[in-house]
């Protein structure tokens, strides 16, 4: 057992200049590594956005501490690190509307809250409208939204042109007609995210032990019991499911089924370049998104690839089309050098909304299925799995994200109402 | 960049000349079925990390459905066969099985 220390200060600009007089050498890690115990009150397997934001609520918001956080590889490297970090909450159907909004409100204090900056950017996030069919859609959204309490609203071609100076309203193919903008919608960085609740879960007292690898699920009378590791066995009274792209090995392990299938999503950034647009925008008829990081890359991300895949790289000729639309939309970037790309794995469902549920296995609990969208629900999905976890049924935010919705009929259908993958 | 070939024109094809189509060999359930056997047929996938057998149309070529046997972790592909069938091809498993010993065999 290696006992490490666990971080105790705060982040502060007095605390920088304390450091400063001792050349910076005092700063503790930021989380602690230590090897596992014997046994937990709530594990969770997962140490990315979602996992850690669990933790971290389950401590918050429910006073369960004695948590540990088990992750494979390392934490945050999986899908939390592999997104174009965009935020918004701009749904169609209530039950996403509320969860993303819910994710989207804590974002705007998260830095605040974990004492850690985690450079949320509300700069707005314009959704353009390039067909009839796209802009009644958004309209459609726009109203929705207005009953949700989203704000969000419709705008005018001259004003995307206003917005985004760069953008070229009037092309061949599909000119711009008009975009769904929510204002508060933005980015945030992604890394610190994790590195946040990590930070803060690890402070609370809960274990995160990294490069451990979950290899079974023990169970007596239907209820968990435990996890076998590469690390041995952990035993928990109750174990949340949190891993995204292998969400259904795991479940396969707690001996059920998951309607989800894993495919890569990719994303890539350009070269730095001066800025250019300080908004994010999305054009979904083409399929693409960009948006500028505070380096000055141009991160865009497209669609996902449409076949099985657990590789973490996709196929060469999607952001071929992806960037095939981008140009057409922003000609300015026809010359731009692509400087990284990558791919991360997502799991998704039927209807492409998450699944926040009980499983058949008592004192197990599933959340997965974010598929394209997850990072901007972190937050949400975190504070929904910890009232789950901790009360055993599900609260307002997870009780429509139920696994039995597909046997039910009961979908919750973003497939439909956002066009594409979200 | 994935390459299959079609078992119908031959033609060793890449990727953008074909569009996937999910898994293959799906037991279809309709009217009268219960609502596991419905909501299995519909959405329940296995989604196994290894080997998979898939549809694919060859779109940009004779147009036909075929099937394929392919590895989603590695992304290698064992080989494709025509869609007439309820099983992959013996002489196909058999090789599958000889690359991926641990393979549990075709359920």
């Not at chain 1, 605040?112 to 509300?122: E, K």
């Not at chain 1, 039910?408 to 979200?422: K, L, N, P, T, W």
């Amino acid at each position: 057992m290696t006992a490490q220390a666990r971080p105790s200060k705060r982040y502060s600009v007095f605390a920088l200049a304390k450091e400063a007089l001792s050349w910076h050498m005092g700063w503790e890690k930021a989380w602690a590594s230590p090897e596992p115990k014997k046994s937990y009150d709530a594990v969770i397997v997962g140490a990315g956005g979602h996992g850690l934001a669990t933790a971290y609520y389950l401590g918050k918001n429910h006073g369960i501490t004695n948590v540990a956080v088990i992750e494979k590889g390392w934490l945050g490297g999986g899908n939390t690190g592999r997104n174009t970090t965009i935020i918004r909450s701009n749904y169609l159907q209530d039950p996403s509307a509320a969860i993303y909004e819910k994710a989207r409100s804590l974002y705007e204090t998260l830095s605040q809250d974990l004492n850690y900056n985690v450079m949320f950017s509300p700069r707005g996030l314009l959704m353009l409208g390039q067909t009839h069919h796209e802009v009644r859609g958004y309209l459609r959204t726009v109203h929705a939204n207005k009953i949700q309490g989203v704000e969000t609203e419709w705008i005018s071609p001259q004003k995307v042109k206003e917005l985004v100076p760069i953008i070229n309203i009037d092309g061949p193919r599909y000119p711009i007609l008009g975009a769904l903008y929510q204002a508060r919608g933005g980015t945030a960085r992604h890394d610190a995210v994790a590195w946040g609740y990590a930070r803060a879960c690890s402070a609370m007292g809960m274990d995160i032990i990294q490069q451990c690898e979950v290899k079974g699920v023990t169970s007596a009378g239907g209820v968990v019991t435990g996890i076998e590791t590469t690390k041995g066995y952990i035993q928990t009274k109750k174990l949340g499911i949190v891993v995204a792209g292998h969400s259904g090995q795991v479940a396969d392990m707690a001996g059920f089924r998951l309607p989800v299938e894993a495919v890569a999503l990719q994303a890539l950034v350009s070269e730095p370049i001066k800025p250019c647009m300080d908004v994010v925008v999305m054009a979904n008829t083409v399929h693409g998104y960009m948006s500028q990081s505070d380096k000055g890359e141009m991160v865009i991300g497209g669609g996902t690839d449409g076949f099985n895949n657990f590789t973490q790289r996709g196929s060469f000729h999607h952001i071929e089309e992806t960037l095939r639309a981008l140009i057409e939309t922003f000609p300015m970037i026809s010359r731009l050098k692509m400087l990284r790309q990558w791919g991360g794995i997502v799991d998704m469902t039927g209807d492409r909304s998450p699944i926040i549920s009980k499983t058949p296995l008592g004192n197990c609990f599933m959340n997965c299925g974010w598929g394209t969208g997850g990072f901007k629900a972190i937050p949400g999905s975190g504070w929904a799995m910890a009232e789950l976890m901790a009360k055993g049924e599900p609260g307002p935010l997870a009780e429509e994200f139920s696994m039995w919705r597909f046997k039910e009929g009961r979908f919750i259908d973003e497939s439909v109402a956002a066009g594409v993958a979200h | 960049m994935l390459i299959l070939e079609c078992p119908y024109c031959g033609v060793k094809a890449e990727e953008t000349e074909l569009s996937p189509g999910g898994e293959a060999h799906l037991k279809r359930f309709g009217p009268g079925s219960t609502d596991e056997e419905f909501e299995a047929y519909m959405f329940a996938r296995k989604n196994p990390k290894g080997v998979h057998f898939e549809r694919w149309r060859h779109a940009y070529g004779c147009g036909k459905w075929f099937l394929a046997a392919r590895c989603t972790a590695t992304l290698e592909v064992f080989g494709t066969y025509p869609a007439q069938v309820s099983a992959p091809p013996q002489a196909l498993q058999d090789k599958i099985k000889a690359k991926r010993p641990d393979w549990k065999g075709f359920q």
